[in-house]
């Protein structure tokens, strides 16, 4: 099963663009790559996914190296709510969520 | 348009005591899956539903039990309350599971067993 790597935590100023990695290696050619956030204990929020190609939505982009072994989440113009752990997340042979610690992003008036 | 509902929100148990989380969700989802939260960690799947009438294990099963007599409704048991079985459990659901479907994620449950 696939498995991703995320730093453990992460700083970004207020009104700059938050740019969080994510290394998955070993996912497979069908496999998606989902970006979810748990602000203070609340329950997770999806973001964004993406098998491919960059997708980008109301909250955030997603860049995928063209070899798909890792990616990157990008919030744009990050602001205090976006303080919180996200977690990149692929599945198991079973369609299941794997979900690691996450990187905790901090984000700095 | 309540999304995923849990409850309760918090709950003490004695060891060996028995409850039943209820987790509801009014968007239609096939599928409902249980997971726990322990502290500095990532959620871990203890069961899940794909339909009504059907479950199925995930991570950690032990000690839990499940049911989704209704396609809106499913419950989380515990049969016999221990210390370890402390943690925030997350209720979500999700129309299909694999490709491009997200799951929502009720507000979650904290539970002390002491």
């Known amino acids: 099963d696939a498995k991703t790597t995320q730093p453990p935590s992460m700083d970004c100023a207020e009104g700059r663009a938050a740019n969080l990695p994510c290394n998955h290696s070993?996912?497979?050619?069908?496999?998606?790559v989902y970006w979810y956030r748990q602000i203070h204990s609340q329950g997770p929020q999806y973001i964004i996914h993406?098998?491919?190609?960059?997708e980008t939505n109301e909250m955030a982009s997603l860049i995928i190296t063209e070899d798909r072994k890792s990616s990157t989440l990008i919030l744009p113009h990050a602001t205090l709510r976006d303080t919180a752990v996200y977690y990149c997340?692929?599945?198991?042979?079973?369609?299941?969520?794997?979900w690691g610690a996450g990187t905790k992003l901090i984000i700095k008036p | 348009n309540a999304g995923v509902t849990q409850t309760p929100k918090f709950r003490v148990l004695k060891t060996g005591q028995s409850m039943t989380l209820l987790c509801a969700q009014d968007?239609?989802?096939?599928?409902m899956y249980w997971y726990r939260q322990d502290p500095g960690m990532g959620l871990r799947l203890i069961h899940y539903?794909?339909?009504?009438?059907?479950?199925a294990k995930g991570e950690v099963p032990d000690g839990y039990n499940v049911s989704r007599l209704k396609k809106q409704n499913f419950l989380l048991g515990l049969e016999s309350a221990a210390p370890s079985q402390t943690s925030v459990y997350f209720c979500?659901?999700?129309?299909?599971?694999?490709?491009?479907?997200?799951?929502?994620f009720g507000p979650g449950t904290r539970l002390t067993v002491t």
């Open positions: 997340i692929v599945m198991d042979s079973n369609y299941q969520l794997i």
């Open positions: 070993t996912i497979s050619g069908n496999e998606y």
């Open positions: 539903s794909v339909g009504e009438g059907t479950t």
């Open positions: 979500a659901s999700s129309y299909r599971t694999g490709g491009p479907y997200e799951q929502y």
């Open positions: 993406g098998l491919k190609n960059n």
């Open positions: 968007m239609n989802h096939e599928y």
